[in-house]
């Protein structure tokens, strides 16, 4: 069973920076594609980063030049350092893992920035 674990989230003021996590555990033969999405309350689903090949990432334009998206392809895990975050970056983060013809997603776990 494939397991997608989300880490990192918390509580801090505009300006602050926070750093996520997420492990995918499953077949290494997979290669899964691992992105980061969020989701505000009352709001849809909203892309954020995704790694496209080496030295390419792909971010949203409300993130570029703050986020950073990076991966252990090896442990199966992708990292988000998130700099310089807004009030309107709060919202449940969370990555999906996608390989060998399925998608898995996490649980999330909660950004909350303040200002």
């Known amino acids: 069973q494939v397991r997608v674990v989300e880490s990192g989230g918390g509580s801090v003021q505009a300006g602050g920076s926070l750093g996520l996590s997420c492990a995918v555990s499953?077949?290494?033969?997979?290669?899964?594609?691992m992105s980061w999405y969020r989701q505000a309350p009352g709001k849809e689903r909203e892309f954020v980063a995704v790694?496209?090949?080496?030295?390419?990432?792909a971010y949203a334009d409300s993130v570029k030049g703050r986020f950073t998206y990076s991966r252990d392809s090896a442990r199966m895990t992708t990292f988000l350092q998130m700099n310089s975050l807004k009030p309107e970056d709060t919202a449940l983060y969370f990555c999906?893992?996608?390989?060998?013809?399925?998608?898995?997603r996490g649980q999330g776990t909660q950004v909350t920035v303040s200002s």
């Open positions: 790694f496209v090949s080496d030295g390419d990432t």
């Open positions: 999906e893992a996608a390989g060998c013809g399925s998608i898995y």
């Open positions: 499953g077949d290494p033969y997979c290669n899964y594609a």
